[in-house]
């Protein structure tokens, strides 16, 4: 893990927000490539962060947490589902609300700075993105200098709403703000976030995501979902009510076995790096006209009638994946029931990735064979422990694995952690549980009732 990653784990209480799950699923990677940060939505997602922005403007681990918050919030809304086709005032729009939700989620002046800190209050319309100086939750909501003045009354209506227990819609403050804030002034603020809509590596804000990132998109709303909500969730910005306009729209999920079967491949045709390939000649039968050493076309000549076409073989390039067999524990403790089949299924769906050998584990490691498996062979003690996993890989001195559980695998220490770290690991998990020694990770859907 990056140093700037760990400093955006450390930003989050301990325990309450599940971001050491979420950053085994997306990569924090340091670059310059965006203004502020961006998460790329694709199979295998990354958190690009600028780390000359975070030094300046992000420098405390208060700060640290706000610009996360803003941009998860950006994956998990997907704001051109509300505005198809975003323009600078609908970005605008936007970020006003998130960045206002955020401030009644974390209302302390040492969280708030972030935004007051980073745009002018005497700026208009940079000021509609911060809390006014002084703001807090419960009291007056005072206006900023940019709207002491000239401003018409009904902007200074929808700011005071802004950030008041009343609230305001999307749909309010967007036509209020389209009648006063010109195009070209909009355009012109420094918005936080991702708001590419278009190009060959769409941002957050393009949508789609549950067809282009369903495994980030997942993980984030079940993540989101346990975050602390405002004390009066009001309409327009509150968390609930902005996840219920999301659930109104049907989401295709992918299965437990395909979300194993991801995994696997992960592992099986990765480096630490990504994927390794290779280029492999497949020898092909075709027909030729130049001699060979094929029997007949020797026989036929031999009697007088040599064949127009002979018999011979071409090499023809093909890719392949040149990683090593994955080793697949699956854990069988009492409490992995109807997951079973799915676990199960999964491994046998990619039997060219995996190794011959499956490793059913508990309290002890029970080898079975793939013709087992797929029968339901099952050898269990009932509970379930890390250690017997590590012990098993280092004696068979297993390179690649893949460790399916339904239980909280925690933190191995002394050999047995530097084992499993010395390995390419894939960990998939049911709901609710983390592990923090996976080089790839996948949250697997509670089995239907």
């Known amino acids: ?40 939505c694709r199979a295998q997602p990354r958190l690009l962060v600028n780390r000359a922005f975070v030094d300046v403007w992000a420098a405390t681990p208060e700060k640290l947490l706000m610009l996360v918050m803003h941009e998860l919030h950006h994956v998990l809304l997907g704001h ?20 206002a939700l955020l401030c009644r989620m974390f209302p302390a002046p040492e969280h708030t700075a972030f935004f007051t800190d980073y745009y002018d209050d005497r700026s208009f319309p940079g000021c509609l993105l911060r809390p006014p100086a002084g703001w807090t939750a419960e009291g007056a909501v005072p206006l900023p200098p940019a709207l002491a003045g000239s401003a018409p009354p009904e902007l200074r209506e929808v700011y005071r709403a802004l950030y008041s227990p009343k609230g305001v819609g999307y749909d309010e403050l967007y036509e209020v703000l389209r009648r006063s804030v010109p195009a070209g002034l909009a355009f012109a603020v420094a918005l936080l976030g991702d708001h590419r809509g278009t190009g060959d590596e769409p941002g957050s804000a393009a949508g789609d995501l549950e067809r282009r990132s369903p495994l980030l998109i997942e993980a984030v709303r079940r993540i989101v979902e346990r975050w602390p909500q405002p004390p009066d969730p009001v309409r327009g910005r509150s968390l609930a009510d902005l996840l219920r306009n999301e659930e109104a729209r049907p989401v295709r999920r992918p299965s437990n076995r395909s979300l194993l079967a991801a995994l696997l491949r992960r592992v099986g045709g990765s480096t630490r790096r990504g994927t390794s390939w290779r280029i492999r000649d497949d020898a092909i039968a075709v027909m030729t006209p130049f001699p060979t050493l094929d029997r007949r076309s020797t026989v036929l000549a031999a009697l007088g009638a040599p064949p127009l076409l002979h018999a011979g073989r071409c090499a023809v390039p093909r890719r392949q994946r040149s990683g090593e067999r994955v080793h697949v524990y699956v854990d069988v403790s009492g409490s ?12 046998l769906d990619c039997q060219d990735l995996v190794h011959p050998t499956i490793h059913l584990f508990s309290t002890l490691v029970a080898d079975v064979s793939l013709r087992e498996l797929r029968v339901g062979v099952c050898r269990t003690t009932g509970g379930t422990d890390i250690g017997c996993v590590a012990e098993h890989a280092r004696g068979h001195r297993v390179t690649r694995a893949v460790l399916v559980t339904d239980g909280y695998v925690g933190r191995p220490d002394g050999a047995h952690r530097e084992t499993l770290a010395g390995i390419v690991l894939g960990v998939a998990l049911t709901p609710d549980n983390a592990t923090e020694v996976a080089d790839h990770w996948a949250e697997l859907s509670p089995p239907e009732e």
Not at 7 to 31: C, M, Q
Not at 80 to 99: E, G, H, M, S, Y
């Open 336 to 347: 992995i029931g109807d997951l079973r089949g799915a676990l199960y299924g999964a491994v």
């Open 80 to 99: 051109t589902r509300l505005f198809p086709c975003a323009t600078a005032v609908d970005n605008l729009v936007f970020d006003a609300v998130i960045n």
């Open 1 to 40: 893990m990056t140093p700037l990653a760990e400093r955006i784990l450390d930003a989050f209480p301990s325990g309450t927000y599940g971001l050491s799950a979420l950053l085994r699923l997306v990569d924090v990677v340091e670059t310059d490539r965006v203004e502020t940060a961006a998460v790329e």
